[in-house]
């Protein structure tokens, strides 16, 4: 499975922005989609989980409320629609795929490249 993140960017502190992660070479329902991000210096963080079917998604408590993860199987896509935008949101964000629906990034095997999010305050 290859994944392609798209979609980051700079906003203000309080804005929204969505990305998006294009699956190719695998069937795409089958997969767990997951949402992490990572600063310099710091471990990749959990942010969002999502089940192959789309019934049931995960957050961190960090972005609970102000995120929401999505998909549309017909597209091979998984979303992640950031509204209220903090700057400690700065990161780059990764898609990843796995078989098992749980916040641990080991769980995944397949990633794609990374997106950056920038937010100003």
């Known amino acids: 499975v290859q994944l392609q993140a798209s979609g980051g960017g700079l906003v203000q502190a309080g804005g929204f922005l969505r990305v998006s992660c294009l699956a190719s070479?695998?069937?795409?329902?089958?997969?767990?989609m997951g949402w992490f991000r990572q600063t310099p210096g710091k471990e990749r963080e959990f942010v969002a989980t999502?089940?192959?079917?789309?019934?049931?998604?995960y957050y961190a408590d960090s972005v609970k409320g102000r995120f929401t993860i999505s998909r549309d199987n017909a597209k091979n896509t998984v979303y992640l629609q950031m509204n209220s935008l903090k700057p400690e949101d700065t990161a780059v964000y990764y898609c990843?795929?796995?078989?098992?629906?749980?916040?641990?990034?080991?769980?995944?095997?397949?990633w794609g490249q990374g997106t950056q999010v920038t937010v100003s305050s």
């Open positions: 990843a795929a796995g078989l098992i629906f749980l916040t641990s990034d080991r769980r995944y095997d397949y």
């Open positions: 999502i089940t192959g079917s789309g019934a049931s998604t």
């Open positions: 070479g695998g069937t795409f329902s089958r997969y767990v």
